[in-house]
C-alpha cells in the first residue's frame, strides 16, 4: 500500500493506523490530508479521503483487473488521473493477494 500512496506524488508524513488503513499527507501546490482504507473481498475497494479541500475517490478491482477508478471534489482534474496510474500498482498487489 505503500508504494500506492508514494505514487500519488511526495509524501510528507505516511502512518498506518489499522491493519487496513493509512494516513498520509501529500504535498501538491498546496498541502493535502488523506487517508486510504482497504476494503478486500471479492472486489477489493480502495477509498482514498482527502480533507480540505474535500474529494473522495473509490477504486475497484477483481482478480487483478481494474474495474473503476473514480474521483469527485475540487481537486478532481489532478488526482483522478494520478488514481488511474497508481491503481496498476493496486491491482498487482491484487493478482499477488498482498497489499502491505
Known sequence: MESFINCLGKIVDLSRTSDLQWSFKLRET???TGTVELNPGMVTELIIRF???EGMGTI???QGRILEVSY???LALVLRPKLR????IIAASNR???YS
Open 30 to 32: 498546496i498541502l493535502l
Open 72 to 74: 469527485e471534489g475540487i
Open 51 to 53: 480533507r480540505n479541500p
Open 96 to 98: 499477488k493477494g498482498t
Open 85 to 88: 496510474e497508481c491503481s496498476q
Open 60 to 62: 475497484r478491482v477483481a
